[in-house]
């Protein structure tokens, strides 16, 4: 006779929130079944290991059956079972686990070494979240008869004992009928099936078997193949692979073996730049194992790009993506992680409060930049290819939060020079300083080629000062958060003034700019809704003009921020430049003095020459055109 009893907690409430907020995919029902058979397996082989009156065997299993006329789904295992105890005090008490109370019952130095994969508690319950009623036949080689746990997931469940000869767990699911919303048929489906134990349990070490029905030939009487002849047949197919690679030791594991394995997971059709290989063990335990590819996904910087790396606990499959364990500086890094300490039954909201997590995502981050350093060091024309796929990524690090990751980053970073074929990193670029150089000189262009030829380089050409050249959008972002390098502070050669003149020269300019303190004032009158100053230059040797900009705002991080979604307006301080020193300083000057009528539009083409050398937009290239057209014509000797 059937024994009811009622759950131990407020079941029908506490069952719902388990289902519908510890649980957001309904497919991993499936994936905490298996996982409670594994266990069961593993107590028992691990109690017939002591106990004598236990046979002692190798032929464990798990067995998955569809009946899609019944509507059922079956998980079989023959591991431990349970007696009539453990069903009411394991089924009968929500959020009570048993593999974690066996684990507590051991002997501390014998649970070490047990990876026992359901230790959360709620996982059985899952099954209502596809199920209308749930089934457990189950006999413990301790007890003498079996027992059948019956219950639909509400108040309460029941009891009855029943004949089954072998020990183990029989799960039986009646799936509920389709939904608006929820359908349920898909889990009747044998490929839907071997597609979940593929994706989540594929690494659970014991056989997952299932009878599938097959197309074969038909022969004849003589053994020979009939052609156009099919028959159909069952089979019983193991579902799973059983020996995940990183159950290896990375000494086992070929090299050839790995990129195999990268390929084939994360469907890229290149060997990994990178393999970093990690297994700790102790206070925190993990194995994992890290991928650098050798090209950037073509999707990277979609807003569609998901980062992260797999999570497998105790070889079970959590999830795909798990952003936590990746910063996003490292977003094209793909992998996995293997960890005992993680918590199976566990949705996405816990993972991101998850300790463990956090720790292993901080070793591995350190990881993966040692093992860049030593690229860098060992495999310079490796790193370089790195740099050109990722480069930009690791700035964004920089910049990122802050700059809190500067000091682990900087010495990463490379940069193509004016005076140099290949990048360097800030030490080579400081060893190779002349020793009267006291900062880092940087010009940011949409080329090399512009900031080569950019009358801001005069002075620093004819010093023999190299100049790193900056030409992602994220350049200046990042130099403005490093601020400085070994005590050497950065410097644009397009912003604010060098001071790389002696002081003789510096009064000299001084001086002429208080002798030509009306001229200079004209100018800037002219051009006062554009410029914020003109003045003399100390920076221009042989150009005859140049536009740089205030302290603060670049004309880069204007362009950079202007681009940016949303109504943004602004603007660097401009300041331009004249050569003192050149001839057509002296004409304007004679101008000024002689045809002050021109003056206005000799101001206009100086600053629009300045804005076309910078590579900024003129607002009014006709005007302009105009202007030159009128000036060449007054300059052109007399027709008469």
């Not at 464990?60 to 005090?89: F, Q």
């Not at 108040?155 to 009855?160: A, C, K, L």
């Not at 070889?315 to 960890?339: H, N, Q, T, W």
């Not at 463990?356 to 350093?373: D, P, R």
Request: charged residues 30%; contains cysteine; proline residues 3%.
């Amino acid at each position: 006779m059937a024994e009811q009893l009622t759950f131990k907690t407020e079941s029908k409430r506490l069952l719902h929130l388990m289902i519908n907020s510890i649980y957001t995919n309904k497919e991993i029902f499936l994936r905490e079944l298996i996982s409670n058979a594994s266990d069961a397996i593993d107590k028992y082989h691990l109690l017939s290991l002591t106990d004598d009156k236990l046979e002692k065997t190798n032929d464990y299993e798990i067995r998955l059956e569809v009946n899609k006329k019944k509507r059922t789904l079956t998980i079989s295992d023959n591991g431990i079972g349970m007696t009539h105890d453990d069903l009411v005090n394991n089924l009968g008490t929500i959020a009570k686990s048993g593999t974690l109370e066996f684990l507590k019952n051991l002997k501390k130095e014998d649970a070490k070494n047990i990876d026992l994969i359901g230790q959360f508690g709620v996982g059985f319950y899952s099954a209502f979240m596809v199920s209308s009623k749930v089934e457990v036949r189950t006999k413990s080689p301790y007890s003498e008869t079996g027992y059948l746990w019956t219950s639909e997931g509400e108040e309460s469940f029941t009891i009855e004992e029943i004949a089954k000869p072998d020990r183990g767990t029989v799960v039986t699911l009646f799936l509920r009928k389709n939904e608006e919303e929820d359908t349920y048929d898909e889990f009747l489906e044998d490929y839907k099936i071997s597609s979940l134990v593929k994706k989540y349990s594929d690494y659970v070490r014991y056989p997952i078997k299932m009878d599938q029905e097959t197309e074969k030939p038909k022969f004849d009487k003589d053994g020979k193949e009939i052609e156009g002849k099919f028959e159909t047949v069952v089979e019983t197919k193991i579902l799973n692979k059983m020996t995940p690679i990183w159950s290896k030791s990375k000494a086992e594991v070929k090299p050839e073996e790995l990129n195999e394995f990268y390929k084939n997971t994360y469907y890229d059709y290149t060997d990994p730049l990178l393999t970093v290989w990690t297994d700790v063990e102790g206070a925190l335990t993990y194995k994992a194992i890290v991928f650098i590819p050798a090209k950037a996904p073509y999707n990277l910087y979609s807003e569609k790009y998901e980062k992260g790396l797999q999570l497998y606990a105790k070889g079970v499959f959590v999830m795909d993506k798990c952003k936590e364990l990746i910063p996003d500086y490292l977003r094209f890094a793909k992998g996995l992680v293997v960890s005992p300490d993680l918590s199976l039954n566990i949705s996405r909201e816990i993972l991101q409060h998850n300790r463990q997590l956090i720790k292993i995502a901080a070793n591995l981050e350190k990881k993966i930049l040692s093992e860049l350093e030593k690229m860098l060091k060992n495999d310079r024309e490796k790193y370089e290819t790195f740099w050109k796929q990722f480069g930009v990524d690791l700035k964004y690090g920089v910049y990122d939060n802050y700059g809190e990751k500067k000091e682990s980053l900087q010495d990463l970073l490379l940069f193509a020079t004016v005076n140099g074929d290949k990048p360097m990193t800030l030490k080579e670029y400081v060893e190779k300083m002349p020793a009267d150089q006291k900062e880092i000189y940087y010009g940011s262009a949409s080329s090399k080629d512009q900031i080569v030829v950019s009358p801001q380089m005069d002075l620093l050409k004819s010093k023999g000062y190299d100049v790193l050249v900056l030409t992602d959008d994220v350049d200046e972002f990042m130099i403005r958060i490093l601020h400085e390098y070994d005590k050497h502070e950065f410097k644009s050669i397009n912003q604010g003034d060098l001071n790389l003149v002696d002081e003789t020269e510096k009064e000299t300019v001084k001086n002429l700019e208080s002798t030509n303190k009306t001229l200079l004032e004209a100018l800037q009158a002219v051009l006062a809704s554009e410029v914020k100053e003109v003045k003399l230059s100390t920076r221009l040797t042989d150009s005859p003009v140049c536009l740089v900009s205030g302290e603060g705002l670049s004309f880069e991080m204007e362009k950079v921020i202007n681009q940016m979604p949303g109504e943004k307006n602004l603007k660097a301080d401009k300041i331009l430049e004249i050569n003192p020193k050149h001839d057509l300083f002296r004409a304007i000057t004679s101008v000024h003095a002689q045809e002050p009528a021109l003056l206005e539009d000799y101001a206009w083409v100086l600053y629009n020459q300045a804005l076309l050398i910078e590579g900024l937009p003129i607002s009014d290239p006709v005007g302009f055109a105009n202007k030159m057209v009128k000036l060449l014509i007054k300059a052109a000797p007399s027709q008469q």
